[in-house]
Nanobody, 123 residues
Framework: QVQLVESGGGLVQAGGSLRVSCVAS????????MGWYRQAPGKQRDLVAG???????YFADSVKGRFTISRDNAKNTMYLQMNSLKPGDTAVYYC?????????????????WGQGTQVTVSS
């Protein structure tokens, strides 16, 4: 199994940008699908973006057009670039792995959860 460490969160004003990173403890070459979840206080943890080994991407409607996702297999790292941030984006952001995007949207993940990284967007 792979351990995942998120970083890059912080406090940003509405309309600003952040890039969060997810570093895996080992090679991600064999991992078909990786994605970013977020969880706000009192709310469910949901998949906001995902990417397959072939580069196919998914974005939740709430972030479509504002967020981009990428992975760098050589660095065992996945990124989420967040632009035009809104207060509603405030959450703890987690990364995880899965077999496919459909499963990940349903919450089927294959790695232990890390600590996440806090993103706070002020109005």
């Amino acid at each position: 199994q792979v351990q995942l460490v998120e970083s890059g969160g912080g406090l940003v004003q509405a309309g600003g940008s952040l890039r969060v990173s997810c570093v895996a403890s080992g090679s991600i070459l064999s991992i078909n699908t990786m994605g970013w979840y977020r969880q706000a206080p009192g709310k469910q943890r949901d998949l906001v973006a995902g990417i397959t080994s072939g580069g196919y991407t998914y974005f939740a409607d709430s972030v479509k057009g504002r967020f981009t996702i990428s992975r760098d297999n050589a660095k065992n790292t996945m990124y989420l670039q967040m632009n035009s941030l809104k207060p509603g984006d405030t959450a703890v952001y987690y990364c995880n792995t899965g077999l496919n995007l459909t499963g990940m949207r349903l919450g089927y993940t294959t790695s232990p959860w890390g600590q996440g990284t806090q993103v706070t967007v002020s109005s």
